[in-house]
């Protein structure tokens, strides 16, 4: 495998949850955290953190707002 062929919009799940909020303690990797912090593919705008407890934000809708009300529209 090459690992580059649309593996960043593949959103990888989070370990568990505890009281609610998504916890993964699995050593960071820089291609989690891309595809949790900037993702086109995923739609939504807080994912699970990389690393640790609670969301994190894709930050990729931040910088796309109108795409972003384009897509929720279509819906």
Known sequence: MS???GDHRRVPPPQGTYAGLPVDW???????AR???????????LT??????GWAINFYWL?????LARGRRAC
């Not at 699970?48 to 407890?53: A, E, I, L, R, V």
């Open 63 to 67: 910088a796309h707002p109108v795409r």
């Open 35 to 45: 595809a949790r912090l900037w993702n086109p593919g995923d739609p939504r705008v």
């Open 3 to 5: 690992g580059h062929d």
């Open 26 to 32: 699995r050593r960071p990797s820089l291609a989690r």
């Open 48 to 53: 699970p953190k990389s690393f640790g407890w």
